[in-house]
C-alpha cells in the first residue's frame, strides 16, 4: 500500500481587475504607496483597507490583489473543495473592497468587478511518494478534475478514488505545460493555475520569482480582454503601453535564467494571451488610441 501523509502549499490567489488608467493612475499616486517594475513594466502596491490589504495596481488601467495563505490538506481532492469555495468568498470580499473605496477611482467604470481567480500553488512539504511526485503536481495545477461541474449537484461520491488512480497511474491532460527540471524542480502551468516544488532549494525558483511573473500575467490578461472587447476602454489605450506588455512577456531579458525563462513561456503560452493581446492592439489601433 502506497503511504501518503498531508502536504503543505503556499497559495497564492491572483484577481485582476480593470479599473481604466485614470483611476489606477489616481492609486499609483496615493501616499504610501510602493512603487516597482516587473520586467519593465511599472507598478505600484497600495492599500485598500479592507480584508483584501493590499494590491498591485498597474498605470495601464488593472489593479490585481493577491492573497497568499500556507495550507495543510490531507488530500489534493481537499484542496480542489476549499480552492472552489475560496475562490467565491475572494471573489465577494474583493468585490465589496472595490464598491467601499469607489471614492479613490475616476469612474472610467460604472462598477468595477473582478475579472477572475487564478491560484499558483507552491510545496512547502511534500506529501506524496518520490514516483507520484510529478503526478501530483500537475493535479494541483488543475485541481477541478476532481471535482464535478459546479453547477451539477451531483457530485462526484469519491473524489480520492480519482486521485487514487491519477498518482498511481500518472496524471497527462493536453493543456498541462511542464516547465521543470530533473533534479531541481517540478512545475506545471495549466489555464486553471500553476503548481511548483522545488526539489533542491538551492536551484530552485523561488515563490516569489512566480508571484511576480503571475501579477504581470494577470494584469496584462485582464487588460488585453477588456481592450479587445470595449472600443471604449481601447480608446483610453496606449500602444506604448501595449508595446511594453508584449514585450515583457514574450522577451527573455538578458539577466533572466533558463528556469525562469521556462516558466515565463509555459504561463503565456497557457494563459492564451497572445492573440488577446493582438486582438487589443488592433482595438487600440481601430479606436484611435494614442
Same mark, same amino acid.
Given at each position: $500500500?502506497?503511504h ?10 491572483f484577481?485582476p481587475v ?14 504610501g504607496?510602493?512603487t516597482?517594475?516587473i520586467?519593465g513594466?511599472?507598478?505600484?502596491e497600495?492599500?485598500l483597507?479592507?480584508?483584501?490589504p493590499?494590491?498591485?495596481a498597474?498605470?495601464f488601467?488593472?489593479l490585481v ?11 489534493i481532492?481537499s484542496?480542489?473543495e ?6 467565491i468568498?475572494l471573489?465577494?470580499?474583493m ?15 460604472e ?13 512547502a512539504?511534500?506529501g506524496?511518494p518520490?514516483h ?6 500537475g493535479?494541483l495545477a $488543475?485541481?477541478?478534475v476532481l471535482?464535478?461541474r459546479?453547477?451539477?449537484?451531483d457530485?462526484p461520491p ?5 486521485e487514487?488512480?491519477?498518482l ?10 511542464d516547465?521543470?527540471?530533473q533534479?531541481?524542480a517540478h ?20 515563490e ?6 503571475e501579477?504581470l500575467?494577470q494584469?496584462?490578461?485582464?487588460y488585453?480582454?477588456?481592450?479587445s ?8 489605450a ?23 525563462c521556462?516558466?515565463r513561456?509555459?504561463i503565456?503560452e ?15 489601433m ?5
Open positions: $500500500m502506497v501518503r501523509s498531508p502536504f503543505t502549499v503556499a497559495s497564492t490567489k484577481v480593470w479599473i481604466g488608467p485614470r483611476s489606477a493612475q489616481t492609486l499609483c499616486a496615493q501616499p504607496a510602493v516597482g517594475a520586467r513594466v511599472s507598478f505600484a497600495v492599500s483597507a479592507s480584508p483584501v493590499r494590491v498591485v498597474f498605470p488601467g488593472v490583489a493577491h492573497v497568499r495563505e500556507e495550507r495543510t490538506f490531507e488530500t481532492g484542496l480542489a476549499w480552492r472552489r469555495q475560496s475562490y468568498d471573489h465577494g470580499l468585490q465589496g473592497a472595490l464598491d467601499t473605496h469607489g471614492s479613490l477611482l475616476s469612474h472610467e467604470v462598477r468595477p468587478t473582478p475579472s477572475h481567480v487564478l491560484s499558483l500553488y507552491y510545496v512539504k511534500y506524496w518520490e507520484e511526485h510529478r503526478a501530483a503536481l493535479l $488543475m485541481p477541478s471535482l464535478g459546479p453547477d451539477d449537484d457530485q469519491h473524489p480520492s478514488d480519482t487514487d488512480a491519477y498511481r497511474e500518472g496524471f497527462v491532460a493536453a493543456e498541462l505545460h516547465f521543470g527540471v533534479r531541481v512545475g506545471f502551468a495549466a489555464w486553471s493555475g500553476v503548481s511548483y516544488a522545488p526539489i533542491d532549494k538551492r536551484r530552485s525558483l523561488k516569489a520569482d512566480l508571484v511576480e511573473l501579477l500575467v494584469a496584462a490578461w485582464c488585453a480582454n477588456v481592450i472587447e470595449s472600443d471604449a476602454a481601447a480608446a483610453t496606449t500602444i506604448a503601453d501595449h508595446s511594453r506588455l508584449a514585450r515583457a512577456l514574450s522577451h527573455a531579458g538578458p539577466t533572466e535564467n533558463t528556469q525562469l521556462l516558466a513561456e509555459a503565456v497557457t494563459s492564451r494571451i497572445q492573440g488577446l493581446l493582438s486582438a487589443a492592439r488592433d482595438s487600440i481601430h479606436n484611435g488610441g494614442r
